[in-house]
C-alpha cells in the first residue's frame, strides 16, 4: 500500500552555474540563442536547453550530458570582459524525478512552500526535508523533478521511498 | 513559524532563512579608527527594541539574497521594506 | 444491561467484544470505549490522581477528566481517555492509577490521609530525611499511566499545507462558515475532531431551518465536498495555533491506511474557530462520585450511543440548558425524581416545560451532599422547606457553558469575561482569527449561523476582493434561551467539593491557597495544580478562577486566565516525528567513497556537517588503537590515502577576489601567483578562529577556496554577508562546489611513487613544488592535483568531478599495492596532525586564543590596512596581560593515558605559580613517537617550554614536560621537499 506515484533518479543531466551582470547575461543569451528567464520561478525552454531563474543574478542552464562541455565552452567563450561566473555544477547536485497523480502527497511532506503557486513550466528552490531541494515543474500536481545537493543523495533516496509509502529506513 | 516575505520567492517558512541580526548594526568603514568601546559596542550590542526592529535575513535554503525586514518584537507583525535589486 | 432497543447512531447487528480492568463485556458498532461501558452498567471506570476515589464518567467528549485508561490492545498506549476511543473487536483497556484493580485500590488509604495531605503538601514535608528517601516512595505513587516498553510501530507522516480560510469545528456554526466561504472559490479548509461532521448536532436532535439536524447535516455536508475547492477532514484535532497563522492538526486514522496519524501545518490566511464549548461542573460536596455526571453528557449517551446510566435522575442546576434534556429523559424511561435550580425563578420556557411534564423544581435549591461511594444512592437537597434526603442513581448537573478559546489564546487574544452568560469568552481578535457560534459565548444556535455566515463572508470578501452578497436571515432553531446564575458553595459544607477532578483539587484547597497569600491565579494554579492535569482543565478552570475571585472578595470577572498553550489534546512523539524516524532522522551525507569504506569494514560516526566518515579501518583482530597506529605509521613510512570530499570548496570568480581575500584571510592574497596555493588563517570579528584552509589561485579573477568540513556552511555564510550587506561594491561571484568536486589525498614517501604508476599526462617530480597545483589528464579523466598537507608528510590532493571519483580511488588503491597504500580514517588524521602540531580551530580555538596565542604570528600581516579581526588583535596586543598559549606537552609516563580537557595544573614539586594553569586541547598516543603526546593551551606557555606541569585527569594525574608544539619534523621538510 503506497501513494500512486514513481520516484526515479535522473541520471543524463548536466547543470551548469551562471551568475552574471546585465551585460554578461545579454552575452550568454547570444551564445545560447536563447532569451533568459527574468523573474522568480522563471524557466524558458529551447531544444532540450532549459534556463531556470534562481535568483535575480543566478540561473542553471540545464542540459543533457552530453551537451555539457559544449555548453561550458559556448557560454566560458562568449564572456570577454563582462562579470560572470560560469560553473558545471552537474556533480554538485543529484536530480529525482517524482511522477504520479500522487505526487504532491509525496512532495508537501518535505517542502513547506505553497505547491499552488508553482505553476507548470517554472522553479523554485526551498527547504525539503532536512536539506534543501530545486524543483522543477514540468506538469503540475503530477510531474517534478528535484535537485538536491550530492552528499544528500542516498538519504533523499531513503526520505522519498518512506514517504511514498514504502519501506523506507 | 513565522512566515518571512522574501523579496524574489515571496512568503517562505522561517525555517528557511537566517536571521542576520539587526541591520542598524553596521561595520564601521575603518575599524582602526575606532575607540574600544566603539568597538565593542559594533561586535556586541544591539538595540533590542520594544516594538519595531530593522532586520536582515538570509534566505539560505532559497534564493540565497540577504534583505531586510521590518519585525515587531512584540507581535511579530513583518512589515517588508525592500524592492528587488535592480 | 442499560442498553435502548432502538434509537442511537449505533449498529445492533454488530456486537464487539472487549474487556476492561480485566473483564469481558460486549459493545455494539459505533460505540466508544465510554458509551460502552455506560452500556454495560460499569460505573466506576477508575480512581482519582491523589485520593484515589471511585470514579465515573463525568461527561461524553475529550474534556473527560476521570475516564483514563491504558489501551492494552493498541500501543499500551497510557492515559488515553474513554470517551475518545473508538470501540472494536478485541479492544482490551484497564483504568490508570489503582492498584490492584479499580474497585479494590490500596491508594484509597490516601482519602483517609486527606487532611494531611491537602494542595502543596509536599512543599511542607519531606524533611526530615535527604529527598532520596522519599523519592523512591511517591516516584511509585506519582504519574498516571504507565509507559510503553516496545517501540511504537506505526507509520506517521507530516505534512505541510496552505489554505485561505480555515474553519476548525464542523458544527453548525462551522459548517454554515465553511459553506459560505466556499461560494467564493477560495481554498477553505474544515477539520474537526469527532468522526463525523455535525458537532453537537451529532448528539442532540434539533430542527434547523425546517429539517431534522442530521439531514441539515448531511445536505451542507454534501455540498462541500461537491466543491474542489474544499478540504474536508474528520478525526482530526487542531492542536495548537502559532504565529502568523499557522495552526497544527493532528489527523487519526487517515485513508493512507498505513498511516497511524498525519500532522498538518496548515498556513492559512485565515482563521475561524467553531470549537463550541464545554459543560462545567457545579461544585458541590461529592461531585465526584461514580453517577454524578454532566446533565450534557447523559444526554449524549441517551441520544447518540442508547445508553442510560441511570434510571432514577436529581438534575441539578443553574441555567437553562439542563431543562433542555429533562423530555428526553423522560422518554427513555429516566424517572426525574427532582430538578434543584440554584436560582430563585425560572425562565418561561423551563417554567412551561416542568409543568408540561409534571416535574417537581426546588428553586433557590442547593445539593449539599452525596450519599454512595461506589455509586450515588442519594443527595441532601437543602431547600426553602428544609433538607431532604432523595432517593436517586443519577445525579445531572449543569453549572454553565466554557466556551474553547484555546486556539484563540495560543494565538495571542486575550479572553474576557462576559457577566451574562457568566462564562469567558473572546476578546479582541488576534491576528487573522475570529471565533463564531459556541466558542464566542453565542450559545444559542441560531445565533451562531448567523455569526458564522457573517464573518466568513467579510474574511472571503477580504481575501479575494469580491463581493458575496448577504447569505441568509437569522434561521429558524428550536431553543430555549440561554439564563444563568451563578452562586458558589458555602464554606461550611461538608465533604469534598471538586473543582479540579483529575488532580483531585477540592474548594478547601483553593481557600488554602488564598489563604496563604496567593492571589494570582498563575499562582495558585501551580500551588494547588489546579488545570495542569491531562486535561487541563478544560471542564474545571473557570470555576477555579471564580472561587478565587469569590476568596479574594474580587469582582467575577476582574482576575484573569492563565495563559493556554499548545498542544489542545495531548499529541503523540511519532506524529511529531513525522516519516523521519530511524535512519532518516539525521541527514547522513555521503560521499562516492562512503559504500566502499563501510564494505572494507571501516569504523563508521558522524564526522562534522552530518557527514559518515570511517574514524578508521579495523583489521581482523585489531582494537581501535591498533588500527590507529598501523595507519600513522604507513602514512608517515610508506603511503596513505583519505577522502577528503566533505571538505568545503568555493569558487570565487571576479575583479575584486584578490581585494575580498585580503579582507578575509590574515595573509596577503593579492600576490598569489597562479598556479599555486597558500594557505590562509580566517578569523571572526572578535579576533577568534573561524576557520583555515587552502586558497588555489585557477585563473586571473578566479580562485578556489577550500576551508574545514564541519565550518563549510558558516565560512559560506559569513563571505555571503559581507559581499551582500557590507560590502556590496565589490564585484565577486561565490559559488560553492563541495560536493561536486571529489578529493583523494595520497600521502607519504611513496606519494610519488604511486601517482606515477597511473596513466598521466601531469609530471610528479621536484619540478613539482610544495603548494603548486597542476591541471591535466589522469587515469583517463580530467584533473586538478595540487601539492597540499595536512598530515606532514609529502602529500598530493586530486580533485576529479564527483562522478569520476570511485574510479579514481580504485586505480589509486591497485597503483598503490606493492607500495603498501593504507585507507587512513579520521581518528588517524587526528593523530598525525597533532604530531606535526597543525593547529586546529576546533581544538585549540576558543573565545579566547587569538593567532599569536597560537603561535601563527607569521599569518598575520598587521600592516594589511584591514580584515576581520584584525581590530580585535591590535586591542589584544594593546591589553596585554597573561594569555594562555599553544604547547606540547610530554608526559614523563610514555604510555600515559591523557584525555582531551584534562586541567593544567602547577607543577607540585615547586614552581612558584598556583591555581588553574590551562587545559588539554588534544591528546593521543604517538605510534611515531612511541609515547603519549598532547597539545595544550597554558598560561603564558611561549615562555615555559622546559617546564613542567601537572596534567590533572579523572582517575590519574601525571606531570609532563611543556615543549614547542610540534613533536615530529619540525621544519615541515618532509611536506616541502
Known amino acids: 500500500m503506497s501513494y500512486q506515484v514513481k520516484i526515479s533518479v535522473l541520471d543524463d543531466f548536466a547543470l551548469l552555474n551562471l551568475r552574471g551582470t546585465k551585460a554578461a547575461v545579454a552575452r550568454f543569451e547570444t551564445a545560447l540563442e536563447l532569451e533568459f528567464p527574468k523573474g522568480a520561478q522563471g524557466v524558458r525552454v529551447r531544444d532540450g536547453v532549459a534556463v531556470l531563474n534562481l535568483a535575480p543574478d543566478h540561473w542553471w542552464v540545464r542540459t ?84 538536491v545537493e550530492a552528499s544528500y543523495a542516498d538519504y533523499v533516496s531513503a526520505w522519498l521511498d518512506r514517504a511514498g509509502g514504502g519501506g523506507g529506513a | 513559524m513565522l512566515e518571512i516575505p522574501c523579496p524574489w520567492c515571496g512568503l517562505r517558512n522561517e525555517n528557511e532563512f537566517i536571521c542576520g541580526g ?65 | 444491561m442499560t442498553r435502548l432497543a432502538n434509537g442511537g447512531v449505533v449498529n445492533r447487528q454488530r456486537r464487539l467484544n472487549f ?70 473487536e478485541g479492544l482490551e483497556a484497564k483504568s490508570v492509577n489503582c492498584w490492584p484493580s479499580a474497585r479494590f485500590d490500596l491508594g484509597a488509604v490516601n482519602d483517609w490521609l486527606s487532611p494531611i495531605i491537602p494542595a502543596g503538601f509536599y512543599y511542607k514535608t519531606f524533611m526530615a530525611r535527604p529527598w532520596d528517601f522519599y523519592s523512591r516512595f511517591i516516584r511509585k505513587a506519582a504519574g498516571l499511566g504507565r509507559l510503553p516498553t516496545e517501540r511504537d510501530r506505526g507509520r506517521y507522516e507530516r505534512v505541510f499545507h496552505h489554505t485561505d480560510l480555515l474553519v476548525v469545528g464542523a458544527g453548525p456554526a462551522g459548517l454554515r462558515a465553511a459553506q459560505v466561504a466556499a461560494i467564493s472559490g477560495a481554498d477553505v479548509m474544515l477539520v474537526d475532531m469527532q468522526m463525523s461532521p455535525g458537532g453537537h448536532l451529532l448528539f442532540h436532535s434539533r430542527e434547523i431551518e425546517g429539517k431534522a439536524g442530521a439531514e441539515w447535516i448531511a445536505e451542507v455536508t454534501a455540498e462541500l465536498k461537491g466543491r474542489r475547492n474544499v478540504t474536508c477532514l474528520q478525526n482530526t484535532t487542531a492542536t495548537g495555533y502559532y504565529d502568523h497563522n499557522m495552526v497544527l492538526a493532528v489527523e487519526h486514522e487517515p485513508e493512507a491506511a498505513w498511516l497511524r496519524e498525519r500532522l498538518w501545518h496548515i498556513r492559512a490566511k485565515k482563521v475561524v474557530i467553531a470549537t463550541g464549548a464545554v459543560e462545567r461542573p457545579l461544585v458541590f460536596p461529592g461531585n465526584d462520585r461514580p453517577g454524578v455526571m454532566l446533565t450534557d453528557a447523559v444526554a449524549r449517551y441517551v441520544s447518540r450511543f442508547a445508553a442510560v ?110 457577566q451574562e452568560s457568566a462564562t469567558f469568552i473572546p476578546g479582541e481578535p488576534v491576528q487573522a482569527v475570529h471565533c463564531v457560534g459556541a466558542a464566542n459565548g453565542t450559545f444559542s444556535v441560531a445565533g451562531g449561523l448567523g ?131 530511524g535512519q532518516l532522522i539525521i541527514p547522513a551525507r555521503t560521499t562516492p567513497i562512503t559504500r566502499w569504506n563501510i564494505a572494507q569494514g571501516a569504523a563508521m560516526d558522524e564526522a562534522g556537517a552530518n557527514f559518515r566518515r570511517p574514524f578508521y579501518f579495523p583489521r581482523a583482530g585489531e582494537s581501535m588503537d591498533d588500527a590507529v597506529a598501523r595507519e600513522a605509521r604507513a602514512a608517515r613510512n610508506a603511503c596513505g590515502i583519505y577522502d577528503g570530499t566533505p571538505l568545503g570548496t568555493f569558487e570565487l570568480q571576479g575583479p575584486d577576489t584578490a581585494e575580498l581575500l585580503n579582507r578575509l584571510y590574515t595573509n596577503r592574497f593579492d600576490n598569489l601567483l597562479i598556479g599555486r596555493g597558500r594557505f590562509g588563517l580566517m ?68 606519494a610519488r611513487d604511486v601517482l606515477g604508476g597511473v596513466e598521466t599526462d601531469i ?10 597545483f597542476r591541471e591535466g589528464r589522469f587515469a583517463g579523466v580530467s584533473v586538478r592535483i595540487a601539492r597540499v598537507s595536512y598530515t606532514g608528510e609529502l602529500s598530493f590532493e586530486i580533485n576529479v568531478a564527483r562522478r569520476h571519483a570511485l574510479m579514481i580511488w580504485t586505480t589509486l588503491m591497485n597503483a598503490g599495492q606493492n607500495y603498501g597504500i593504507t585507507p587512513i580514517g579520521s581518528e588517524t588524521s587526528g593523530v598525525l596532525r597533532i604530531e606535526k602540531g597543525f593547529v586546529s580551530p576546533g581544538h585549540e580555538g576558543d573565545n579566547i586564543t587569538n593567532p599569536f596565542d597560537a603561535g601563527m604570528a607569521w599569518i598575520v600581516d598587521m600592516e594589511k590596512p584591514d580584515f576581520i579581526g584584525k581590530r580585535s588583535l591590535r586591542r589584544d596586543l594593546d591589553l596585554g596581560g597573561e ?73 590519574q594525574s601525571c606531570l609532563a614536560t611543556v615543549t614547542a608544539p610540534v613533536f615530529f619534523d619540525p621544519q615541515g621538510q618532509r611536506m616541502r621537499g
Open chain 3, 309 to 418: 446510566p441511570g434510571q432514577r435522575a436529581v438534575v441539578y442546576t443553574n441555567n437553562s440548558t439542563a431543562y433542555e434534556h429533562l423530555e428526553l429523559m423522560l422518554s427513555v424511561g429516566i424517572s426525574v425524581e427532582q430538578v434543584v435550580d440554584l436560582r430563585a425563578t425560572l425562565g418561561e420556557a423551563e417554567r412551561e416545560l416542568v409543568q408540561r411534564n409534571s416535574i417537581e423544581v426546588v428553586t433557590n435549591g442547593r445539593i449539599i451532599g452525596v450519599e454512595g461511594r461506589s455509586a450515588v444512592r442519594d443527595v441532601r437537597v437543602a431547600g426553602e422547606s428544609g433538607i431532604r434526603s432523595v432517593s436517586c442513581d443519577l445525579v445531572c448537573h449543569s453549572g454553565g457553558w466554557n466556551p474553547l478559546i484555546h486556539l484563540y489564546s495560543h494565538a495571542g487574544g486575550k479572553s474576557v469575561f462576559d
Open chain 3, 683 to 750: 578569523l571572526r570579528e572578535d579576533g577568534r578562529f573561524l576557520d583555515d584552509g587552502v586558497t588555489f589561485r585557477v585563473g586571473p579573477h578566479h580562485y578556489l577556496m577550500s576551508c574545514g568540513t564541519g565550518a563549510a556552511g558558516v565560512v559560506y555564510a559569513h563571505i555571503d554577508r559581507l559581499l551582500q550587506t557590507e560590502w556590496t561594491d565589490l564585484k565577486v561571484y561565490l559559488v560553492n562546489v563541495s560536493a561536486g568536486l571529489a578529493t583523494m589525498c595520497v600521502c607519504g614517501p611513496y
Open chain 3, 19 to 88: 474487556r476492561f480492568n480485566g473483564q469481558e463485556y460486549q459493545g455494539l458498532e459505533g460505540d466508544t470505549l465510554a458509551s460502552a461501558l455506560v452500556a454495560n452498567d460499569v460505573k466506576v471506570v477508575g480512581r482519582s490522581f491523589k485520593y484515589h476515589r471511585p470514579r465515573g464518567l463525568l461527561t461524553c467528549g475529550p474534556e473527560e477528566p476521570n475516564a483514563l485508561v491504558q489501551l492494552l490492545s493498541d500501543g499500551d498506549q497510557p492515559n488515553l481517555r474513554a470517551t475518545e476511543i473508538r470501540l472494536t
Open chain 2, 22 to 86: 539587526e541591520a542598524q548594526r553596521k561595520r564601521p568603514a575603518d575599524p582602526d579608527r575606532e575607540t574600544d568601546e566603539a568597538w565593542a559596542d559594533y561586535l556586541y550590542n544591539n538595540a533590542n527594541p520594544k516594538g519595531v526592529v530593522t532586520e536582515w535575513w538570509w534566505h539560505v535554503s532559497g534564493c540565497t539574497l540577504w534583505f531586510k525586514i521590518d519585525r515587531n518584537t512584540l507581535t511579530h507583525e513583518i512589515t517588508p521594506i525592500e524592492e528587488l535589486p535592480e
Open chain 1, 64 to 147: 543533457s550530458l552530453e551537451d555539457e562541455d559544449q555548453t561550458f565552452t559556448s557560454l566560458s567563450e562568449a564572456i570577454t570582459i563582462e562579470h560572470a561566473a560560469i560553473t558545471v555544477v552537474s556533480d554538485h547536485f543529484s536530480g529525482f524525478s517524482i511522477v504520479g497523480d500522487d505526487a504532491l502527497l509525496v512532495l508537501r511532506q518535505g517542502l513547506s512552500l505553497d505547491l499552488r503557486n508553482i505553476a507548470t513550466g517554472q522553479c523554485t528552490r526551498g527547504s525539503f526535508a532536512r536539506c534543501g531541494g530545486t524543483l522543477q515543474v514540468l506538469d503540475q500536481g503530477y510531474h517534478y523533478d528535484l535537485f
Open chain 3, 883 to 955: 594569555r594562555q598559549h599553544v604547547v606540547g606537552l610530554l608526559p614523563d609516563k610514555h604510555r600515559a593515558l591523557v584525555a582531551d580537557g584534562s586541567a593544567l595544573l602547577p607543577d607540585p614539586g615547586g614552581s612558584g605559580r598556583s591555581g588553574f594553569q590551562g587545559h588539554v586541547t588534544a591528546a593521543c598516543f604517538s605510534p611515531t613517537l612511541e609515547r603519549t603526546i598532547a597539545l595544550a593551551l597554558l598560561k603564558d606557555g611561549h615562555h615555559r617550554h622546559g617546564e613542567k606541569v601537572l596534567i590533572s585527569g579523572l582517575e
Open chain 3, 763 to 772: 609530471d610528479f617530480d621536484e619540478s613539482f613544488r610544495f603548494m603548486d
Open chain 3, 451 to 581: 455569526e458564522a455566515a457573517g464573518i466568513a463572508g467579510s474574511l472571503v470578501e477580504e481575501l479575494t476582493g469580491k463581493q458575496l452578497g448577504s447569505y441568509s436571515s437569522r434561521p429558524e432553531v428550536a431553543e430555549i434561551p440561554y439564563g444563568i446564575n451563578v452562586i458558589w458553595p458555602e464554606k461550611t459544607l461538608k465533604g469534598k467539593a471538586f473543582v479540579d477532578f483529575q488532580n483531585d483539587v477540592t474548594t478547601a484547597d483553593i481557600a488554602l491557597a488564598v489563604r496563604e497569600n496567593f492571589q494570582s491565579i498563575e499562582h495558585v494554579k501551580r500551588y494547588t495544580t489546579a488545570g495542569m492535569a491531562v486535561d487541563q482543565g478544560k471542564v474545571g478552570n473557570p470555576n477555579v478562577i471564580g472561587l478565587v475571585t469569590k476568596e479574594l472578595g474580587e469582582q467575577q470577572g476582574s482576575v484573569g486566565t492563565t495563559t493556554f498553550r499548545p498542544p489542545f489534546m495531548p499529541v503523540s512523539f511519532g506524529v511529531i516525528g513525522g516519516s523521519e524516524q
